[in-house]
């Protein structure tokens, strides 16, 4: 016998709230709960969560392959003198989730949730979808999480259940139902050829956002739709977000519903169909609770606040294909996409081809993606293995074939196509299906399209900008901003990294300034998770411990002694989402003198300065130093070696250098220290030994105090040229000749 309708809508209320201290007792210790604190989450939260939502049950088809998905955990190393780590997969509270039915309910439907709304307008929508929940209820308000820990707890999700592949699921409804808009069979037989694509894509599913009353609708009313399936009919009206319902209610709680879109039905499920969803028109987003029996008289309606704030959305694809599912998204053909995919890849290579070529390949080595990385990068982005460069002559067939399609930044394109070129062939493997904001790339065009005119495609796309792009399509809109990713050499979002790949760099031509590292995992330190790695507190050398060196062209500061500085320990410090990282360094002759760096910082100073070719000539070698902090026995051989060099060319009268003698007060550092410049004044030599933690100091010394620039922009008031331990000083005077006024070289 079917209850009362009085009984059934006051369980329905008053049932929402189940005693915390019941999960307390079950979930356990204190370990736990610092556990859970340090991954980001809140225990209260996860419970308070869980008596909400938890009551709901997963279809068992889901619950298998999630599972199945996220159980795995795994850890990664960044670096062989950083002690924190990448984790991968289940966290604690994933972990406790596989053990607690309540918990595992949730930890799917908030995972389910974030993938397609941004996480702090998503936290601030359930805390008051949960207030209006109490005030239904008459409950306790402590049930309402705060927004702070709940913002945690959503991000916690995300991180550990990365592993789910939730972009299939809601392309894969939304495919069904423009299939059934386009008029193909439901059953997935063609009754003729149509290209879904050009197709005008419905604004109630193109943007994946819940109206409030239906999140709170569906947070009430879920758990008594799956009790008492044919007793209860829940009519939803949607302006946005219906392929969202159709994940939530459909594939994750198994209900049958039907979506009725321009009057036209999409069936999901065998029935009973006991949630109808409908399109509405902006602001009349609606709940309606009926009773089957009796659907004149509604059990309960919930209204959209015409001057209520909607969830802003998230619309995220998976990074293999991710610009051919942005083309597609705007109504492009297959067809379309095709010669969309070329031209970027063409005007990609164009403009690496063209600063190669203007760069003499015996004068300095230029950052630039390489045609292969260049023609990966294309066919992962676009999803098309047979992919080619199209020839220089097909460039007109390709531009009359986009004229029509103005509108979309294909610029953009090609900068997040060279940015993709930089990321290493296994990690671009790996990365298939990092989930990517389709929405961001507006942001790219904003700060990067104005730049890329520029005849050198550095000028927009060197490695930090790279990291940049990356960043932002990672983080979303919400967060993608230069005060967040601008001091970072590692972003994490969405179970994912994002990182500059030189904290093991010994020296400062080490630093791979065409590499861009992907990871899966969060960056992690003894349990505590973070979302960033960022530059620690930064530090100086004395200004009185400079002195300068003058020509009749430009002036250069050095730092007497700097040939004896070491490399200190690196120090971790803590933000609040974000670990803190600073190199320090000492001088050996000043011993209070003690400095420190952070690697963003670091790697910016190596990826502005250009690249000395290799040596040519039959001098030999000595090994890349392995030390990271004194001067073993080959440096010191290798630096009294160079110095020797030096004194020679000197001695000779070679009409090609001049002597520059900082300071006669500084001689105890004869032995280790030179500086000599071109007879015009025009380029400066700069040696300080083949000490690495010396030639960083320098390097620094160059960019902060003396302005050094970057060649790939034109700007500052020189150009630096970074030699190799093993540059031969004889190759290097001669070679300079080749390089631009206001160089300054540090050999």
Known sequence: MVPPVQFQLGLELTNIVNPITQAMSALGSLVLIDAIKKSGSDFITETKLASLIGRHRIDPVIKFHFREMVAKSDQSMISRYLDIILESGSGPTVQEALKNPALFSMVIQISGLAFAHEDESLANTIVEAMERIVRESDSDAAIVPDYVSLLGTIRACQQQTAAFRWALLYEAAEDKIQQVLAGIEDSGNRRETINL????????????????????????????????????????????????????????????????????????????????????????????????????????????????????????????????????????????????????????????????????????????????????????????????????????????????????????????????????????????????????????????????????????????????????????????????????????????????????????????????RVMRGVPSRRGLRRTRIIDGPQSNPIPATLVSCTTSRFIIYLAPGISTAEKGVILVGHHSDAFQVTQQFTFLHMRTLTCGYGFRKMTDWSVRSSRLPPCQCNKPKHDVPTSTSTMTSPLITSSARKISAIDNLL?????????????????????????????????????????????????????????????????????????????????????????????????
């Open 197 to 516: 694509a050009s197709k005008p894509v419905s604004e109630s599913l193109r943007y994946r956002s819940l109206p409030i009353p239906i999140l709170q609708g569906l947070f009430m009313w879920s758990q008594s739709l799956q009790s008492f399936p044919l007793n209860r009919l829940l009519h939803l009206r949607c302006d946005t977000g219906i392929s969202t319902v159709v994940v939530w209610c459909h594939y994750i709680l198994g209900l049958s519903l039907i979506v009725s879109i321009q009057g036209i039905e999409t069936r999901f499920g065998d029935g009973p169909f006991n949630v109808v969803v409908e399109e509405c028109q902006a602001q009349k987003a609606g709940v309606i609770l009926m009773d089957p029996l009796d659907p004149q008289e509604p059990l309960f309606t919930l209204q959209n606040n015409e001057h209520g704030i909607g969830i802003s959305y998230e619309h995220r694809a998976e990074a293999y294909g991710y610009c051919a599912k942005y083309l597609q998204r705007a109504t492009l053909s297959s067809e379309e996409v095709q010669r969309g995919a070329e031209w970027v890849l063409w005007y990609s290579v164009k403009k690496c081809r063209t600063r190669a070529l203007d760069a003499n390949p015996d004068s300095f080595s230029a950052h630039l993606a390489s045609e292969d990385g260049l023609l990966g990068a294309g066919r992962f982005l676009f999803a098309l293995d047979q992919l080619t460069i199209p020839r220089t002559d097909e460039k007109a067939d390709l531009d009359r074939g986009l004229t029509s399609r103005v509108r979309v930044p294909w610029l953009t394109l090609v900068a997040i196509l060279i940015t993709f070129a930089r990321i290493p062939e296994d990690d671009l493997a790996r990365c298939r299906e990092m989930p990517l904001a389709l929405n961001a790339i507006d942001i790219v065009l904003t700060n990067e399209n104005a730049r890329l005119d520029h005849k050198n495609p550095e000028k927009f796309v060197d490695l930090p900008e790279a990291f940049k792009i990356l960043s932002i399509l990672l983080l979303g809109r919400h967060m993608g901003h230069d005060d967040y990713v601008k001091p970072a050499f590692l972003v994490s979002a969405w179970g994912w990294s994002v990182f500059l790949d030189s904290i093991d760099c010994i020296d400062p031509f080490d630093v791979p300034v065409n590499t861009l």
């Open 651 to 747: 001695k000779t009268n070679d009409d090609r250098i001049q002597r520059i003698d900082p300071s006669t007060t500084h001689l105890e550092f004869k032995d280790s220290e030179r500086v000599f410049a071109s007879k015009n004044g025009w380029k400066y030599f700069v040696y300080v030994s083949d000490n690495p933690a010396a030639r960083w100091l320098q390097l620094e010394t160059m960019f902060s105090r003396s302005g050094g620039g970057d060649p790939a922009t034109g700007e500052g008031e020189y150009h630096i040229g970074l030699g190799s331990p093993n540059t031969c000083i004889d190759c290097a005077v001669r070679n300079s000749e080749r390089w631009p006024p206001r160089t300054v070289f540090l050999l």
